[in-house]
């Protein structure tokens, strides 16, 4: 097997008004992932990222940077560096920025089958 060395500072980011940048460190066209992508996301003031419902696709969202508030059930939980949620399949969640610095998230998705 080979080893794929994946430059994320060069990897394109694209801003989304009101929910922060994000920008895709593993995915097909980079490594050759089959069924998984990996992004990068960042939050800044005022932002909020909602994911999205996934059916057949578990997600794992890591924070790396910041602080932020991650809302499930409806129930909201102060989290920063080092914390992580699991989302199974049709699961959800938001993060918002909290705190001073930017808020660095690491998200992986990954598909059942």
Not at 44 to 65: A, C, K, N, P, S
Request: glycine share 10%; charged share 20%; aromatic share 8%.
């Amino acid at each position: 097997m080979a080893t794929t060395y994946i430059d994320t500072n060069q990897c394109a980011r694209i801003k989304f008004p009101g929910q922060g940048s994000v920008a895709e460190i593993v995915n097909r066209a980079l490594c050759g992932a089959e069924k998984v992508v990996g992004m990068l996301r960042w939050l800044v003031e005022g932002e909020r990222f909602e994911t999205e419902i996934l059916r057949d696709r578990h997600q794992l969202i890591y924070l790396m940077e910041g602080e932020g508030v991650i809302t499930l059930e409806q129930k909201s939980y102060p989290v920063s560096k080092g914390a992580g949620i699991y989302l199974g399949p049709s699961e959800t969640a938001s993060i918002s920025h909290a705190g001073a610095a930017t808020l660095k998230l690491f998200h992986l998705i990954v598909k059942n089958n």
